[in-house]
């Protein structure tokens, strides 16, 4: 009798196509069909989605995958041979949505893509749980976190939405999830014990370069000079709907085949700036803002430029990683202004005072039953993203508690529900704290005198001897003198501090050890001192 490994892979060469099996798509299979839920971390283009297609294939119901984009969805339907998938969208009409519910529900498609908006449709779960899904797939789960660089509050209510349809097992996929995104996937989609397979970052055919100004005129010549003479083709990104646009124009006027892709424009305009981009039709370069990038497997993408900073690492290497998809030499560069970092800190958003969140409690209190958080909207005078996360952070505090139907109800009583509005607004604030620290670890990024992949690869808990030979730091023999060989920590090690509780060491530089602590984000610490006060134990 095959073993299970052996049927898996006799499936990938069948139907898939594939020779072999990359690391880490046969643990994330066996996990899936062992009935456990499981969370993969595995860089751009190493072959995520057929870890679910392959689970899907060999198990008894369809599998819901959660897709953020439209566009993501019709890329991965197309993907999927043999008719085999549907899609569940905002654009579809209603005789589409009924047909695609159905063949999920007949056992015609094998999967079935939907955005996480659908799921806060009753008849939608009613739908869903009679299809008796097999597995419930969560791909780009990094947009669960607050952490992530692509957050959305849809993703909060999806645990709900899991319990709703029945409780298949869970597949979490994501490219690119620092330790503290990790913690907070497991924790928001309610993961129970589940599989964290980790596969390493590094991709080392992109060159990664910081070139730094200090005059943004000067900065943006720099920019179009060097797209000018660049390999096609693509991609830029930039912070604002207008540097966009006045970066096009500029280009355009250099003899660049570019186009403008950002939020601003309509639905239509951007899949024909994407549709050109991807099938080398009069596009050589996208200048985009972060809209564009999550589902754009485009293999010969050369380069990716940035001529604003990203908001965190993690941004910053999910984009430039759509680079060099074909193993073939990429690059990625950065033009850094200090000055632009002001802007990524009004981009992280204010935190949600106190007395928003005392309100919401209040309503909630004084309901006496569970309500459609959609209801207590208008009488909270918030929007729907601050109003998720206020309810998550009450949830977090054991004052709210939210149904099966998504209806919330408070648990709690008067005495109790103070002290609870006490704990989410410390829990706000230290969420507001960390993002700000992910601002300052992009400036340590741009700002770093050693090698680069070293400190990115750190980033996320990967430890790498440098010099790397592929940076701007390694090629000028500045990666060279690094050697913590004699320091006390590691990347990946687990440590504890007095105040600010555990973390995770991300990296270890010129007698410097930066920690990602899990409540008030990324700490600098003179590792001299540490050792002499022993600010750090064994985590």
């Keep these: 009798m095959a073993s299970r490994a052996d049927t898996i892979r006799r499936v990938a060469r069948e139907q898939l196509g594939f020779e072999r099996l990359r690391p880490g798509q046969l643990e994330g299979v066996e996990s899936v069909l062992a ?189 179009v000079e060097a797209v000018a003479g660049a390999k096609p083709p693509g991609i830029i990104y930039v912070a604002t709907h207008r540097a966009c646009e006045e970066l096009v124009g500029d280009l355009v006027e250099a003899g660049v085949r570019a186009q403008a892709y950002h939020a601003g424009l309509g639905a239509k305009r951007r899949r024909e700036v994407q549709d050109a981009f991807m099938h080398d039709r009069g596009c050589d370069v996208v200048v985009a803002t972060i809209a564009f990038g999550m589902g754009v497997d485009k293999p010969n993408v050369r380069w990716v430029f940035h001529e604003q900073i990203s908001e965190s690492v993690d941004t910053y290497y999910q984009e430039l990683g759509r680079a060099g998809r074909d193993g073939e030499p990429a690059q990625a560069r950065l033009f850094y ?72 109800r408070a648990t709690a009583g008067a ?18 704290a960390f993002e700000l620290s992910r601002v300052e670890m992009m400036r340590a990024y741009a700002e770093r005198r050693g090698c680069r992949r070293a400190f990115i690869l750190g980033y996320f808990g990967e430890s790498f001897m440098p010099p790397c030979g592929n940076c701007d730091n390694c090629d000028r023999g500045l990666g060279e003198g690094e050697d913590d060989e004699g320091s006390q920590f590691t990347a990946g090690e687990r440590v504890a501090h007095a105040d600010w509780g555990p973390g995770t060491v991300s990296g270890v530089e010129d007698g410097k050890v930066t920690v990602v602590f899990d409540s008030v984000g990324y700490r600098t610490l003179d590792e001299r001192l540490v050792s002499e006060r022993g600010l750090l134990s064994p985590g």
């Excluded at 654009?91 to 498609?109: M, N, P, V």
């Excluded at 999830?177 to 991709?203: C, E, M």
């Excluded at 005495?415 to 507001?432: I, T």
């Design 35 to 223: 009935g456990r839920d499981t969370l993969c971390v595995m860089a751009t283009g190493s072959g995520k989605t057929a870890i679910y297609e392959l689970a899907g294939l060999l198990s008894d119901g369809p599998s819901i995958v959660v897709s953020p984009l439209i566009a993501l969805q019709r890329d991965q339907v197309e993907s999927i041979e043999g008719d085999r998938a549907v899609m569940l969208n905002s654009t579809l009409g209603e005789k589409a949505r009924r047909r695609a519910l159905q063949r999920s529900e007949g056992g015609e498609a094998s999967f079935l893509l939907l955005a996480p908006e659908q799921l806060a449709r009753e008849d939608v779960l009613a739908e869903l749980r009679q299809a008796r899904p097999s597995v419930f797939v969560v791909d780009e789960a990094h947009c669960v976190s607050e952490w992530g660089h692509d957050f959305r509050p849809d993703y909060l209510e999806l645990a709900t939405a899991i319990e709703a349809v029945g409780r298949p097992p869970v597949l979490a996929l994501t490219a690119t999830a620092a330790p503290p995104v990790r913690t907070d996937i497991v924790s928001i989609l309610r993961l129970d014990d589940p599989a964290v397979i980790v596969q390493g970052f590094d991709r080392p055919n992109i060159h990664l370069a910081v070139d730094r100004f200090y005059d943004a005129d000067h900065r943006r010549r720099a920019v």
């Design 415 to 432: 005495d109790e529900m103070e002290e609870a509005v006490d704990r989410a607004a410390e829990e706000e604030r230290e969420r507001h």
């Design 337 to 408: 202004r200090e000055e632009d970092l002001g802007l990524r800190r009004f981009f992280s958003g204010g935190e949600v005072e106190r007395d928003t969140i005392a309100r919401v409690a209040q309503l909630l209190g004084a309901a006496h039953r569970p309500v459609d958080p959609g209801d207590v909207l208008a009488a909270a005078s918030v929007s729907r993203t601050r109003l998720l996360t206020i309810l998550h952070r009450l949830e977090d505090a054991g004052a709210v508690e939210v149904g099966g139907d998504g209806r919330v």
